[in-house]
């Protein structure tokens, strides 16, 4: 038994250390499974997709596929979930699967570009929201590094601290989404069309809009949809995470699904797929159509708090696996340490909140998107692909029977292969498309490869 799971209980562990605290329920799972969803995302990358395929039909096509994705990937967690209810979620599942190695290079890239990647885009875009709200001159970096530094404060005050704001935040942007729905199908007027002659003629003559336009949109589609699979990190501090992080994963994904496609369909219909495709910021046209530069200030405002929200999603649950790698032997032995009073992985969420500060200080949106996007879906794949191992190994074993009353992925192995497919097509794409910009992340997973060699000698596992 590895020292990760020796790290499930609650109370004080064989040695007399803390553990970490099972506090969290359905409902917690449920917003912490859609907090990690929706962030700034939806309400900027339908405009991205626009300007790759110019049909309203393809437009909601690639947010629909991306939805299906993200079901079937919900369904594959689920599973395993329940199969591997233990602390580091994805890792834990990596690692069972494959080899620590496999397991390391995801922790490895989840800390320096994915997950921190992630968080340092969703802070620079609240920096960019905060200046429009308030005037203030400060730069947008800096706004987000201080927002990132505030946020781990509070996560290192115990895991029902963070779980609050979360719940409360995420309340929050589920109403921001409801108000720009509701008012663009009672209060905005209607584009003429959703699809204009020149979008007709732009499809023809450039050809996007075909297999390469729509796998190319799937890339800020995926992005838009991605962070679901970080609820499993807490499976740890559930109550009963075999019966809570399923439902959570189930209802928030679908739940997402049709707020996605809602707000799609919105944007299209006030704006049309050209005026969709020629405005960076597509919620805040819609709201000003409809209430003038008040609508766009309040819309502007239920962003920022989406985009906090997002945040305080991330800070919650990556550390997780950090501390999981350490109780591994695979980490800095002090990140698997947790506060005797909070009983959370403080130095962890303190190491992962100063890299994206470093990280929003120092990138671009559009460059973090593309890395990040580049090697979070290779772990995707990978994961499905780890549930075929159990699955084989059940087999081998007799015990696959004995399971059946488990959550199953429905029609597998070939909804399984299909995401599977899916994610690493993603990836492939954004690397032929950006090759600077997901080079960078690609380049950060090989050096990986050689840091797991000096992390497994005993001078750095003991130190």
Known sequence: MSNSENTLGTGQGSAGEPTLARRLGPFDATMIVMGGIIGAGIFVNPSVVARQVHTPNLVLAAWVIGGAIALIGAFVYAELAVLRPRVGGQYAYLRDAYHPVVAFLYGWTLLLVVQTGGMAGAAIIFGRYFRELTGFGVPEQAVAALTLAILTIVNCLGVRAGSNLQSALMLTKLAAIALLIGVGFILAT???????????????????????????????????????????????????????????????????????????????????????????????????????????????????????????????????VYYAMARDGVFFKAVGSLDPRSRVPVVAIVLQGVWAAVIALTGKYDQILNYVVAIDVLFFGLTGASLLVFRARARRAGTEAAEGDLVRVPWHPITTIVFVAACWAVSLTTIVQYPRNAGIGVGILLIGVVVYGLWRKPLLTTG
């Not at 809009?209 to 807490?234: E, K, R």
């Not at 006030?270 to 609508?295: F, H, Y």
């Open 190 to 320: 209607p584009a003429p069309t959703m699809a204009s002659a020149a979008s007709t003629v732009s499809t023809a003559s450039t050809g996007s809009g075909g297999a390469i336009g729509l796998a190319t949109a799937m890339v800020p589609v995926l992005f838009a949809y991605g962070g679901w699979q970080t609820a499993s990190f807490v499976s740890g501090e559930m109550r009963d995470p075999r019966r809570d992080l399923p439902r959570g994963l189930m209802i928030g994904v679908v739940g997402v699904i049709v707020l996605y496609l809602a707000v799609t369909f919105v944007c299209l219909r006030v704006l049309g797929v050209d005026g969709l495709a020629q405005t960076s910021t597509p919620a805040s046209e819609v709201m000003r159509r409809a209430l003038g530069d008040r609508g766009a200030r309040l819309i502007a405002l239920g962003i920022a708090i989406s985009t906090v929200g997002f945040l305080s999603q991330s800070i919650l649950t990556a550390p997780r």
